[in-house]
């Protein structure tokens, strides 16, 4: 007998058009789902459901990459030529540098990658099955074909199925069909020729549950879901952030510097008659020697060890680059409960509309939230504290309406004394706009108009005090009618439901902290402004400086983006008003961060520069943040700037070398070229000095920063780079040529000790203005880290043992006389004072 997995066929991939029976037989499996045995079975045919590519592709990619770059590519095309020309030798030491470096930077990024592997393990989304007969939690790229999924709001749909249940279920498909509104989805079945969107019995990988519960047949996985085909022909690019945008732009200018500069020394050369395949090599070499080869290693391990020690700080970075922006954050959004307040929501009172306790509200307030079947939240949780006011058993269940954020109810039908009672909860003005009766203080029925203004009054003064108010209401229904939400109408309120969120211990010393690193936080919530203005007065903030929703739809985006900097709470905000506020925010010139955790803050954590969610936010959310937080504290949030501070502290450091000592000694053997009669140094003379000089800077990230860098936010500024390079570049040449002048002139040296003592000279230099530009301040105030400094002292040595070492003849080096090399380290010394007054004079009057 064949096994249930060797029964799926896929002739008619078309499931939307077929009854549930026949996908049961078609898939091998059952309304009852699959059993595990069969599930590991299919999950080792089918492979996980990711649309992630394989580690052996990705490995294999990142090597690869180390090599892309257009001079490397001509370099090792001439260097071949090289080879076949009669110059071994020298083509094979090239070669072995270049792969050196290389095989140097695709191991520091493949260690990066591997830190954010591990740390993606701990937020991992999960997706609840029917295995065996009972329900269960897996990974969600466990998914199999043949599984049966539960769903319910907030979950993100993590493969293609056919609806096999469902109750007032909505999906935001807009990730899919670009429709901005959730749309229903309900059991049945559609035309085989149907469209994405017209498919109202199917669900999709990448789309969420919006709200209502359901049940569903998984027939497609990873990429061969419909999400996984689009982006399979799409390959879609991330968008691009701020620091990705600025290393591009830095890459395009050392591009144009670099074409140029290899035109003319190549030009030049050859008109003094120089070999033709030399000068070549040597532009090539001098391209190299400009162009920061490790940068994309520096950052990757700036950005890793960043990832560990924010994951210390229990900060987990789903994406590398978002580091930089977390750093760059001068703006801070959340809503209030849970980050500013404990989010364990406790019931306050349960009163009529005299504010009277009452428990008939308490009974039905007890049975709504017990009963819902829903996803799990901290006001229903405070409500179930009243178990012993009725027995839950005693009202079977007969239907349910699940919230959404449209209607903002719930409602829960229950039998009982022979017929159906509607019980509904919700936002106070959302359920008394469907009563048209409400209780009076004697238990008797009257026009809700009669109480309307004692309702007003008693939400006023309840907001007044930071409470939270919600409305129960009832509503008589015969036995056997089928409920929907249109029966959400003449009812009858019963009374008002009021919960108490208290402020999180020590938060007031938290926003301090990030107000002292130059974060200013704006609070966005649903509640309405005299909540609002009672938790930002607590909290010490301008509650006059607020904007509320229903104002927020007449005013235009010019408006808001005036307004945005200076407004400090915004109120009554509805589920897409969030984005638009972000927007803002970013069109007024700040870098905005978002904190959410809900089914409505995707959009909004997508529209941040840095979208932040906590581990236990809903799927939809942690999939669309860039930063998650084991916990959702404040304090935890500032430790994570204070790492991402650091990591973009230390990458900029690389570039200022990299554009100082590196940019003139390039620059001034490019001019000595054109002076001398011979190359100044050799091509494999010119890569080791680079390799030399760019081993130091792979310990940057363990560099000590000063205050100044994490005191406050920091962007990135190619305009101060280019003033940088200008400035120390022009230092570092009129050394050079100082030095070309001792050499030539006062110590008469040859060709073989011109390049050698020029060698020494660049890698030293190099290695000692690394610990002068690493800071604004002295070098003997701030003391760089112990691995950067062993490792430039080791590059020292390393480099004044090489002439007298058994590799001198390969690479064409010569012994030097002691005069010599006291030489170099006169001139050496003299250039590290120059530069560290020059850098004391620069930051004088230009700021980063």
Known sequence: MNSPTSNITTANPAFWSQKPEDLYQSLGSSATGLSAVEAQKRLKLYGPNSLASNEKTQLITLLLKQFASPIIIILMGADILSFYLGDPTDAII????????????????????????????????????????????????????GDVIVLDAGDKIPADALILESNNLFVGESALTGESYPVEKIVGIVAEDSGISARTNSLFAGTNVFSGIAKAMVVHTAKDTEFGKISQSLKTRPVENEFAAGIRKFGYLLAEITGILIILIFVTNILLHKPILDSFLFALALAVGLTPQLLPAIISINLARGTRKMAEKKVIVKRLESIENFGSMN??????????????????????????????????AYLNSMLETGFTNPIDESLKALKGICDEKAFPKTAEIPYDFIRKRLSIAVSENGQQTLITKGALNKVTEVCTTALDGDGKTVPISDLQSNIDKLYQDYSSQGLRTLGIAIKTIPAGQKITAADESGMT????????????????????????????????????????????????????????????????????????????????????????ILVACKQAGNVVGYMGDGINDASALHAADVGISVNDGVDVAKDAADIVLMEKDLLVLVDGVREGRTTFANTLKYIFMATSANFGNMFSMAGASLFLTYLPLLPTQILLTNLLTDLPETTIST?????????????????????????????????????????????????????????????????????????????????????????N????????????????????????????????????????????MAKRIFYKHVSL
């Not at 208290?502 to 704006?522: F, H, R, V, W």
């Open 703 to 791: 560099d000590n920063v000063d205050d100044d860098w994490i005191s406050k936010p920091r962007r990135w500024n190619i305009s101060f780079i280019k003033k940088f390079m200008i400035t120390f570049g022009i230092i570092s040449s009129v050394f050079d040529y100082f030095t070309f002048f001792v050499l030539l002139k006062i110590l008469h040296a040859g060709m073989a000790e011109f390049r050698t003592g020029w060698f020494l000279e660049s890698v030293i230099s190099a290695s000692c203005v690394v610990l002068i530009v690493r800071t604004i301040h002295s070098v003997f105030k701030s003391r760089p880290g112990k691995i950067l400094l062993a490792a």
């Open 493 to 580: 309120l019963l009374g008002i439901l009021t919960f108490e969120d208290m402020l999180k211990e020590g938060i007031g010393d938290a926003i301090k902290q990030l107000n002292g690193l130059g974060i200013s936080l704006k609070i966005i919530t649903g509640d309405n402004h005299l909540i609002a203005a009672n938790i930002g007065a607590k909290l010490g903030l301008d509650a006059t400086a607020m904007i509320i929703g229903p104002d927020m739809v007449h005013m235009s985006m010019e408006s808001l983006v005036q307004k945005v900097n200076s407004t400090v709470i915004f109120a009554e905000i509805e589920p897409n008003q969030k984005e638009r």
């Open 94 to 145: 090239i070669l072995v540098i270049v792969l050196i470096s290389g095989l140097l930077g695709f191991f520091q990024e493949k260690g990066a990658y591997n830190v954010v592997a591990k740390l993606r393990q701990l937020i991992k989304s999960n997706t609840e099955v029917i295995r065996d007969g009972k329900q269960q939690t897996i990974p969600s790229d466990q998914v199999v074909p």
């Open 331 to 364: 703006v801070f959004c959340s809503d209030k409960t849970g980050t500013l307040t404990e989010g364990t929501i406790s019931l306050h009172e349960c009163v009529d509309h005299t504010g009277k306790s009452n428990d008939t509200v308490k009974k039905y």
């Open 793 to 836: 002292i080791f590059i020292m040595c390393l480099t004044i043992y090489l002439p007298y070492s058994p590799l001198a003849k390969l690479f064409n080096f010569t012994p030097l006389p002691w005069t010599f090399i006291g030489a170099m380290f006169v001139m050496v010394a003299l250039y590290a004072m120059t530069a560290e």
